[in-house]
């Protein structure tokens, strides 16, 4: 059975950091596109960044130039690097796993992420 977890949440105070990881396993994890969604209360999930297999990124506008998404295949991990949180980025973060051409989609149960202004 495929399990996809989350890690390294937790408060900090505005314009701190925090690093996400995600383990997804047992998988083929270098097919998987992998990316970090988040729901903060009363709001839709969202994207917040995911990465293919070949390192190539993609954003949300929101985290731009603070937030850096990195993967380690041979860990079959995905990282979350957050800098300069802010209070709006309060949410719980959900871990994604994807290989498309297998119709395969696997989430994690999600990690809060907790910012004080």
């Known amino acids: 059975q495929v399990q996809v977890v989350e890690s390294g949440g937790g408060s900090v105070q505005a314009g701190g950091s925090l690093r996400l990881s995600c383990v997804a396993s047992p998988v083929a994890f270098k097919y998987y596109v992998t990316g970090w969604h988040r729901q903060a209360p009363g709001k839709q999930r969202e994207s917040v960044a995911n990465?293919?297999?070949?390192?190539?990124?993609v954003y949300a506008d929101s985290v731009k130039g603070r937030f850096t998404i990195s993967r380690d295949n041979a860990k079959n991990t995905v990282y979350l690097q957050m800098n300069d949180l802010k209070h709006e980025d309060t949410a719980v973060y959900y871990c994604?796993?994807?290989?498309?051409?297998?119709?395969?989609?696997?989430w994690g149960r999600g990690t809060q992420v907790t910012v004080s202004s």
């Open positions: 994604n796993a994807k290989w498309p051409d297998a119709n395969l989609d696997f």
């Open positions: 990465i293919d297999n070949d390192g190539r990124a």
